[in-house]
């Protein structure tokens, strides 16, 4: 594909999605192959783009207020096998092979608490130490 023909595609992609009033749209990250929902997180136009571009995801950080490659700082990386959007335009969902634990608390999924007998529970077992994943890599 031309770059031309990448720009209109990209633009194509980017008209169908229903960004709200601070330019964001919900992502879903779920691994491809079994299903398991990951995380949630924000994308903006620059990081669908980028996430397109470099074949890996890439988020807005809110808390940063710029570009997150997932996996920056952890090595924790979700390598984008397909990219979809929903009926609404109002999210999105990236089909991911995720690397590693996709949680900041070292599980593998964000979604390790249930609802169970009345009580919240949490399901799901760190993997990996907080402290290990955010040690500075040089």
């Known amino acids: 594909m031309t770059a031309p023909d990448r720009d209109a595609a990209l633009a194509e992609l980017l008209a169908a999605i229903a960004f709200d009033r601070d330019g964001l749209v919900t992502a879903v990250a779920?691994?491809?192959?079994?299903?398991?929902?990951?995380?949630?997180?924000?994308?903006?136009?620059?990081?669908?783009?980028?996430?397109l571009a470099e074949g890996r995801a890439v988020y807005w950080s809110r808390s940063?207020?710029?570009?997150?490659?997932?996996?920056?700082?952890?090595?924790?990386?979700?390598?984008?096998?397909?990219?979809r959007v929903d009926c609404d335009g109002d999210t999105v969902l990236l089909l991911v092979d995720q690397q590693g634990v996709a949680c900041h608390t070292g599980r593998r999924s964000c979604f390790f608490?249930?609802?169970?007998?009345?009580?919240?529970?949490?399901i799901a077992r760190v993997e990996v130490d907080p402290a290990t994943l955010y040690r500075r890599r040089d």
């Open 30 to 51: 779920q691994q491809h192959d079994s299903g398991e929902v990951l995380m949630v997180a924000w994308m903006n136009r620059e990081a669908i783009a980028a996430t």
């Open 64 to 83: 940063r207020l710029r570009l997150w490659r997932k996996g920056e700082e952890s090595g924790q990386t979700q390598a984008l096998v397909e990219f």
């Open 113 to 122: 608490r249930a609802w169970r007998d009345g009580r919240l529970a949490e």
